[in-house]
Nanobody, 114 residues
Framework: VQLQASGGGWVQAGGSLRLSCEAS????????VFWYRQAPGKERELVAT???????NYDASVEGRFAITKGKGAKTAYLQMNSLKPEDTAVYYC?????????WGQGTQVTVSG
């Protein structure tokens, strides 16, 4: 299983970005997808979860602004991020779990200027 994350960049506060996480060796129709972020000097934190049953969960800090969707065939998961704030600046990572093992994508940097 491998994950490839992409889509980060620089955006002004209030703007939007969509991150992508493309999976090989599994599909998000039967594997969960987790989006984490890690800001400089802070611990990595979980911000969004989508389980194989379609249920989603979001950290309070992003609730109502971020949304996880899945592409056709469930090989790609997206994190749509709207109304971005400077405090959303971080390296974002996707993760899945398959057969009791965790697999991480490489991080993608999101920078939000105030």
């Amino acid at each position: 299983v491998q994950l490839q994350a992409s889509g980060g960049g620089w955006v002004q506060a209030g703007g939007s970005l969509r991150l992508s996480c493309e999976a090989s060796g599994t599909r998000f129709s039967y594997s969960p997808v987790f989006w984490y972020r890690q800001a400089p000097g802070k611990e990595r934190e979980l911000v969004a979860t989508s389980l194989s049953d379609g249920s989603t969960n979001y950290d309070a800090s992003v609730e109502g602004r971020f949304a996880i969707t899945k592409g056709k065939g469930a090989k790609t998961a997206y994190l749509q991020m709207n109304s971005l704030k400077p405090e959303d600046t971080a390296v974002y990572y996707c993760k899945t779990t398959w057969r009791a093992s965790d697999y991480w994508g490489q991080g993608t940097q999101v920078t939000v200027s105030g």
